[in-house]
């Protein structure tokens, strides 16, 4: 079962956006009710005693939920930028009607995750006033987004990135797909490509491989895409946070089962030990 992301709706969203009732029309009409839903939506708690089902060993680990705990403790605006990034989760219609969420493959010149598929986004930089602001600028700078195309509508709960970066999910709407001139930074990104939302949600193309980190066993969520752009590869933390969405806006938990908890839900159940 999926927990419902907590969801707030950035501070710049109203001015950046420009959001008002009827600016959709049509076959819009959709992205309007996702608008409202994500600003309006309260979610249920995260249940702070799911820590309980580990396993026995969990008192020889506490060393383990202390590490991910001193992130918590850091409150100086330096070390939050250093430790912070956004991406950007941009949804238009498809020609079924469809949500659809645009994605990128990483430049295979990159040092780092060549080749992968990822969201647009990246670290937050100093001239970055909120994590929308981060997640726009690095669009643009990616794949030639304009951010007057996009209306921001929410921030999902922060996600944790295996090597303790805070990545802050920013959901945004386009409303006219057909105004999007893509042009690719061809250093960061060599394809730019989009897969239905849904996906997320059902079992078909969906897998999963069981992994390790710092003890704990976890489930890695993989989906198989393809499309006339090639055959793609969804992992990792982009797979959880896609998940994590399609379950916010469709409202239901995915199809899929399997026995371990994903990194994601790991984190969180360590964290709540912590400070429990």
């Not at 109203?14 to 600003?39: P, R, V, Y």
């Not at 990128?104 to 602001?133: N, Q, Y």
């Not at 995915?254 to 360590?270: G, M, V, Y």
Request: charged share 25%; aromatic share 8%; net charge negative.
């Amino acid at each position: 079962m999926i927990n419902r992301a907590c969801i707030t709706v950035p501070s710049t969203c109203m001015e950046n956006a420009g959001f008002k009732k009827g600016m959709f029309c049509g076959s819009q009409l959709t992205l309007q009710k996702i608008a409202e839903q994500l600003q309006f939506l309260t979610p249920p708690r995260v249940n702070t005693m799911e820590v309980e089902h580990f396993d026995d060993n969990i008192g020889s680990k506490l060393e383990i939920m202390e590490s991910v705990a001193v992130e918590n403790d850091e409150f100086c605006l330096e070390n939050w930028r250093k430790k912070r990034a956004a991406v950007l989760i941009c949804l238009f219609e498809g020609n079924e009607r469809e949500l659809r969420v645009i994605l990128t493959k990483r430049s295979m010149k990159l040092s780092s995750h060549p080749g992968d598929v990822a969201l647009p986004g990246g670290k937050m930089e100093e001239g970055d006033v909120d994590d929308s602001a981060t997640a726009l600028r690095e669009a643009m700078e990616e794949i030639g987004l304009d951010p007057h195309l996009v209306q921001v509508v929410a921030n999902l709960e922060p996600f944790i990135s295996q090597h303790q970066l805070k990545v802050v999910p920013v959901v945004g709407l386009l409303a006219r797909v057909e105004d999007f001139k893509p042009v690719l930074n061809t250093d960061e990104v060599d394809t730019l490509f989009d897969v239905p939302l849904e996906m997320f949600l059902k079992e078909e193309n969906h897998r999963w491989e069981e992994k390790e980190w710092m003890g704990w066993n976890y489930c890695l969520h993989l989906f198989d895409f393809e499309s006339e752009k090639g055959v793609f590869l969804i992992w990792g933390l982009t797979a959880s946070i896609l998940i994590e969405t399609a379950s916010v806006i469709y409202q239901r938990s995915p199809s899929f089962e399997h026995h371990l908890r994903d990194f994601q839900q790991l984190q969180k159940a360590l964290n709540n030990n912590s400070i429990a």
